[in-house]
Nanobody
């Protein structure tokens, strides 16, 4: 079955950096565009960054110039390098296909996410 395991989160001071990883298994994710999403308490889950199977990327305006998404299709792993972190970046971070469409992709599943906490 599909499994998405996010890791790399933690507590960091404002201005610091973290690198998140997402190990995907259970199907061939190399054919999918993938995204990093985040959800802060009391807010809806939002897309932070996306990458196509060919490596083209796009970012939310709030993270442009600070975050970099990348992928290793051999390892079925997606990464998010986060620099110059701000307190408003604090959230639970998830990866999944992009766009997330259970009917299209044939599963309705989110991993447990990885917590990012940024102290001011």
């Amino acid at each position: 079955q599909v499994q998405l395991v996010e890791s790399g989160g933690g507590l960091v001071q404002a201005g610091g950096s973290l690198r998140l990883s997402c190990a995907a298994s259970g199907r061939d994710f190399s054919i999918n565009a993938m995204g990093w999403y985040r959800q802060a308490p009391g807010k809806q889950r939002e897309l932070v960054a996306a990458i196509t199977n060919g490596g083209s990327t796009d970012y939310a305006d709030s993270v442009k110039g600070r975050f970099t998404i990348s992928r290793d299709n051999v390892k079925n792993t997606v990464y998010l390098q986060m620099n110059s972190l701000k307190p408003e970046d604090a959230a639970l971070y998830y990866c999944n296909t992009f766009p997330y469409d259970p009917l299209l992709q044939g599963y309705d599943y989110w991993g447990q996410g990885t917590q990012v906490t940024v102290s001011s």
